[in-house]
């Protein structure tokens, strides 16, 4: 069975200070990694998404995710936070040969000014 | 349409009425899916379409949640005798080949209250 963790339903971070999301899932077989990004009162958006090849990905936004298969994890990172990055982050997989996400239960970033 | 529409945005039910939510995929996207997100939650998967055909029902909760996608396009889930534990966002998202979830772009969902 598919499962995907991420730790910290919440995290706080200053405007301008690194974007640390954490994402750790369970798998015998590497699936496809994403991150979604969902604002109050709308529909998932992707971020970046790993599928195959360079495991260090880049997404929108400046956000970019490193899978790395020893530690099972697809941690998101992003340099510098902006105000507009407060959302909720969704991190989520697929099985290379499946057809259905399973997600984790998000978690929820603020921004301080 | 230039992305997945859902109908209506928000619905409010009383325990026990029926409801029909709508999905307008990407035109001519092949495969459609339905997820539930609970308030708080990560969204579960519920149900897979390819074209008009219903290939994975596997995550529907009970025989009250029903779904359709008469021809291949729109797709509407319904919901019979709704419960409080109904209450969530319903969550669409189509992708333009076979079984490619990995592809798949979301509407903005309907949040459904039951009271």
């Known amino acids: 069975a598919q499962s995907v963790t991420q730790l910290g339903s919440h995290v706080s971070v200053s405007e301008g200070a690194l974007v640390l999301l954490r994402c750790n899932y369970s798998?015998?077989?590497?699936?496809?990694l994403f991150w979604y990004v969902q604002y109050p009162n709308q529909g998932l958006q992707l971020l970046l998404k790993y599928t195959t090849g360079a495991t260090l990905v880049k997404g929108i936004n400046g956000f970019e995710a490193e899978f790395k298969k020893s530690e099972t994890s697809f941690h998101l990172t992003k340099p510098s936070a902006h105000m507009s990055d407060a959302a909720e982050y969704f991190c989520a997989v697929i099985l290379n040969t499946g057809n259905q996400f399973y997600f984790g239960t998000g978690t929820s970033l603020t921004v301080i000014p | 349409g230039a992305g997945v529409s859902q109908s209506p945005r928000y619905k409010v039910a009383k325990r026990g009425q029926d409801v029909a939510l709508r999905c307008d995929p990407i035109s001519g996207h092949v495969s459609l899916f339905w997820y539930q997100q609970a308030l708080g939650q990560g969204p579960e998967f519920l149900t897979y379409?390819?074209?008009?055909?219903?290939?994975?029902k596997s995550g529907l909760p009970s025989d009250r949640f029903f779904a359709e996608r008469p021809e291949g396009s729109v797709s509407t889930l319904k919901i019979q005798r709704t419960q409080q534990e109904d209450s969530a966002v319903y969550l669409c998202a189509s992708s333009q080949r076979e079984g490619q979830a990995s592809e798949a772009f979301f509407g903005q969902g309907t949040r459904l209250t039951v009271v």
């Open positions: 798998s015998s077989v590497p699936p496809y």
């Open positions: 379409f390819q074209n008009e055909a219903q290939l994975d």
